[in-house]
């Protein structure tokens, strides 16, 4: 039955590709799902019981370090205008990820402070350690945040790039 009703799906996606309806919704769903996560993640730093956030900052990190360099290396194939996108993205890619290393560090030097131990002489200092454990906690937050907000202009530039050259294929036939 699929296969006889091949015509109708695929007039089907032509009028969603032409109408840019599909461009649309990977723009948004795509933006939409990044910045719940990035939102999710960045909250989740103050949770110091999660021994998984580490893992998913890495995978994070290594995401947004691929998407850098495959934007920087293809930026030479293109023309002046389209290069400055692709650097423009790989920039932003990036930033991310070394935001994203600065979460991984501070969330290391927060778990270091949290397990310190000073002898009962110098307990006036655990104060000072717990003032600098949450100035540490908001700028982590602050940072993860930061690491969201470019990646998500990272993600739309490249996104709506690829989706415009699409476009401009489908002309051309």
């Known amino acids: 039955m699929l296969l006889k009703m091949r015509k109708q799906f695929k007039a089907f996606f032509q009028y969603f ?15 939409i799902l990044f910045a719940t996560s990035g939102l999710i993640y960045s909250i989740q730093l ?58 991984i560090v501070f969330r290391y030097v927060i778990d270091a402070l949290l397990t310190f131990k000073l ?27 930061y690491a969201t907000y470019f990646f998500l202009y990272g993600f739309e530039s490249l996104n709506s790039f690829l989706w415009g050259r699409y476009h401009a294929r489908r002309l051309r036939k």
Not at 20 to 30: E, I, S, Y
């Open 119 to 145: 002898p009962p002489e110098r307990a006036m200092w655990m104060g000072v350690i717990s003032t600098i454990r949450t100035v540490f906690n908001v700028m982590m937050v602050v940072i993860g945040l």
């Open 46 to 103: 103050l949770n110091h019981d999660n021994p998984k956030l580490t893992a998913i900052g890495i995978t994070a990190f290594g995401v947004c370090a691929v998407l850098s360099n495959i934007s920087y290396r293809a930026a030479p194939l293109f023309d002046e205008e389209n290069k400055r996108v692709l650097i423009y993205s790989g920039e932003k890619f990036f930033h991310c990820s070394l935001l994203i290393i600065q979460t």
């Open 17 to 31: 590709t032409d109408k840019d309806v599909l461009a649309f919704l990977a723009n948004t769903v795509g933006y």
